[in-house]
């Protein structure tokens, strides 16, 4: 099983990122998927999750009515649009899924929102 996620940067706040997590070695379409943060200091949080077909989706607080997570099967990929980004934000954004009670996570990738 790997995970890797793309798309993190710095970015005003305000702006805008799409967050990728490229999935193989497992059958991606049958997992329920979800997106994690790390703020420097603080514990790991979940942002968002999303059912194995797409239909159904979970947001913390924090990020309801401003990130959206989405998946493509085909391409076995999960998406984090997040728009509106504010320096709260700013963290290490994590993929994780989990298989017969094994969690797997990706390395992450920082997002940097500046005031």
């Known amino acids: 099983v790997q995970l890797v996620e793309s798309g993190g940067g710095l970015v005003k706040a305000g702006g805008s990122l799409r967050l990728s997590c490229t999935a193989s070695g497992f059958f991606f379409s049958i997992y329920d998927m979800s997106w994690y943060r790390q703020a420097a200091g603080k514990e790991r949080e979940l942002v968002a999750s999303?059912?194995?077909?797409?239909?159904?989706?979970n947001y913390a607080d924090s990020a309801k009515g401003r990130f959206t997570i989405s998946r493509d099967n085909d391409r076995n990929i999960v998406y984090l649009k997040m728009d509106n980004l504010e320096p709260e934000d700013s963290a290490v954004y994590y993929c994780?899924?989990?298989?017969?009670?094994?969690?797997?996570w990706g390395p992450g990738t920082q997002v940097t929102v500046s005031s």
């Open positions: 999303i059912d194995s077909r797409g239909l159904t989706t």
């Open positions: 994780r899924t989990d298989i017969r009670f094994t969690t797997y």
